[in-house]
């Protein structure tokens, strides 16, 4: 299978299928909406994902529904299939079944190449004939060559996706998840995916045109596999993107996500949750409905699932979730999901996984002081500050927003804790980072320290100490006052006189 990364499609002539797919981010990641929720001395406390939260958009079936049937058809090179187009481009409108039907076949072989000549066929100026051959219910075999030819046409860049849509080609599609033959209607379903998985307005388009409830019929406990795999991605896609779609016009569709998230297929569960994930993407209401499906115990459980493609969607979920309010992010605790996270964390190293589970951290930590208690208590801390000096740089700054919070919301015991984990130097070593958020976040988590130290009975700061044994550490903060960043500038002359009784210049 060919994917295309962002959404959800699938391709046809004699190939075309989807499967959902996505791409995770770390704290504050493309597709998700940044929601901060503040806490004291400006920490960002709770946030939605807003990087890379894709699925597979668009798919090319290379082994699908019509390859069997294809056995016989003679295979040809590239260039001559080229050659071909214009005469193939004239059969079509022959009139005559059999040549159409063949001219159609003929684009649906040229489409299953490595690197179909999709722009080629599109100024071919064929797309408008294949649109009327969806409607030729005395031909279901041309029917099904032509939705094929669509659907691979679609897993193609948006110009090409745009042509279809142009010709007005969802209303037919639709009328065709309707038909009475199965392999019909699964080659519409993939067509749609593509459709909906290439851009918000398709997706709105597809659910203007009623797509939704036809759709959903094709997720039966009775409907074969393939066809449930097929379905659960499109509506994953009708469920993507943003803005997010309106709930009430999809909330048809959450009982059905809450039978297929206990699905027993890998492939269907996956897209369930990506399609949950993507819905929790919304705003309060939307999470409120999918946490009333009783669903947040079942994403917890995919936490360990075998797969990381079902992972991924399951944690993005939850800390979509989490970044709702208070109440909203308890249920997703009660859901047990720190003991999981924690066995997460014990296993191998994978950037995109620890990413997310730092993310999920971090809602937490914004939380309520019980609830940033439960992250201390649940001895996830040692982990995030291990990833501070070994892991990726996303997956460190993940874990240090975690820092931040605790240290700027916890109570002096959580922050005490934290300092004797090592923390403070891993802040420290962030400093030089080209992200000013993040330098910003590590010097108030830095400043926090020092304010604890302050309060303490004792007679000198042991926070000052444990700074200034930092390599660097002086260079470092001296260095973020150049950063012209009046909010960075601010905490570093703050820091400067509390380590090294230095003042800013001019400050009288």
Wanted: include cysteine.
């Amino acid at each position: 299978m060919s994917l295309r990364s962002g959404s959800g499609s699938a391709m046809g002539s004699g190939s075309g299928t989807a499967t959902g797919s996505h791409s995770p981010t770390g704290v504050g990641s493309p597709a998700r909406k940044k929601t901060y929720k503040n806490i004291p001395d400006g920490d960002k406390g709770k946030k939605k994902r807003e990087d890379e939260i894709t699925g597979i958009r668009k798919v090319k079936r290379e082994e699908y529904l019509l390859k069997k049937r294809r056995e016989a058809h003679t295979t040809q090179s590239r260039d001559k299939f080229l050659e071909d187009i214009p005469e193939n481009a004239q059969k079509l409108w022959s009139e005559n079944t059999d040549e159409e039907l063949a001219a159609t076949m003929n684009f649906g072989s040229l489409l299953e190449l490595e690197n179909p000549p999709i722009e080629e066929i599109v100024t071919a100026g064929v797309v408008p004939r294949f649109v009327e051959f969806l409607s030729r219910e005395d031909t279901p075999r041309l029917q099904l060559e032509s939705i094929c030819v669509l659907t691979n046409l679609a897993s193609g860049a948006s110009q090409f996706t745009a042509v279809l849509v142009e010709h007005d080609v969802i209303p037919p599609l639709v009328n065709l998840l309707s038909c009475t033959d199965d392999d019909i209607r699964e080659q519409t379903v993939g067509a749609l995916g593509n459709i909906a998985g290439d851009s918000v307005n398709n997706r709105d388009l597809i659910l203007i045109h009623g797509a939704l409830l036809p759709l959903l019929s094709q997720l039966e406990p009775d409907s074969r596999l393939s066809m449930l795999r097929q379905a659960s991605w499109c509506l994953s896609n009708l469920l993507r993107g943003k803005p997010s779609v309106d709930l009430e016009e999809v909330r048809p569709a959450l009982p059905v996500l809450q039978l297929l998230v206990h699905f027993d297929d890998e492939e269907v569960v996956k897209n369930t949750c990506w399609a949950l994930c993507y819905i929790v993407e919304g705003p309060y209401n939307s999470v409120q409905a999918v946490l009333e499906l009783g669903v947040c115990p079942k994403l917890v459980e995919l936490l360990h699932h075998p797969s990381g493609k079902v992972t991924l969607p399951a944690l993005q979920a939850l800390g979509n979730i989490a970044a709702g309010d208070d109440v909203q992010t308890q249920v997703v605790l009660d859901s047990r999901v720190l003991p999981s996270l924690h066995q997460l964390l014990m296993k191998e190293y994978k950037r995109r996984i620890f990413r997310e589970i730092c993310w999920v951290i971090t809602n937490i930590s914004g939380g309520t002081p019980s609830q940033i208690q439960a992250v201390v208590d649940a001895n996830v801390v040692p982990f995030l500050v291990e990833l501070l000096y070994i892991a990726d740089f996303e997956v460190k700054k993940s874990a240090a927003w975690v820092i931040g919070n605790v240290s700027g919301k916890g109570t002096k015991e959580n922050v005490r804790y934290l300092a004797d984990q090592g923390c403070i130097k891993g802040l420290c070593e962030l400093l030089p980072s080209p992200d000013l958020k993040l330098v910003l976040m590590c010097l108030e988590a830095l400043e926090n320290f020092l304010k604890m130290g302050k309060d303490d009975q004792s007679e000198d700061n042991v926070f000052v100490a444990k700074v200034k044994e930092c390599e660097g550490v002086y260079e470092k903060i001296h260095n973020v006052l150049a950063s012209g960043n009046r909010d960075i500038t601010k905490v570093a002359w703050r820091l400067c006189e509390r380590i090294w009784n230095e003042n800013e210049p001019d400050s009288d």
